[in-house]
């Protein structure tokens, strides 16, 4: 599926009102009026562009900010559960459970085993890559880019 400019934009813009709004209610209209379009076109160009409907970006979302709170802070699963909007403890374990593969409080129990200095995420929480560069020396990639431009000689510039 080919997007224009005009449409590729609004889709974002609203993309970022949901993402923006991610503890309050918005309803799909409001979204899909920002993206000019109906509420079922909306829907389809939405998960076309992004993977998701904008349903399941909001829950993902939910669930993100929830696993923040539940590493960071000194909040119970209860209150957790009510931060990011959810009414229900028992829909927020189940939905957190699919979504994570664990239950709130093992998420909570385990994050708290790993963190070390307060107030910052543990290693262990980050994306792979994030978590090798850490461990790389503060000078790797300006080393690693001098060294390429040294061993790459007059062929490799022009």
Do not use: W, Y
């Amino acid at each position: 599926m080919l997007l224009d400019d005009c449409t590729f934009r609004r889709l974002h813009a609203a993309r970022d009102f949901l993402a923006l709004s991610a503890g309050q209610p918005r309803s799909l209209q409001e979204a899909a009026s920002i993206a000019g379009m109906s509420p079922f076109h909306f829907i389809r160009q939405f998960a076309a562009l992004f993977g998701s409907t904008p349903r399941q970006f909001q829950i993902q979302l939910r669930m993100d900010r929830a696993k923040r709170l539940l590493a960071s802070r000194e909040m119970s699963v209860t209150e957790v559960c009510l931060e990011v909007g959810m009414s229900s403890l028992g829909s927020f374990s189940t939905l957190f459970h699919d979504r994570v593969g664990m239950t709130p409080s093992d998420f909570q129990r385990r994050a708290k085993a790993m963190v070390q200095v307060p107030g910052q995420l543990p290693a262990q929480l980050f994306p792979g890559c994030f978590s090798l560069m850490a461990l790389l020396p503060p000078d790797a990639f300006l080393a690693s880019n001098s060294a390429i431009f040294k061993k790459s000689g007059p062929a490799l510039r022009a």
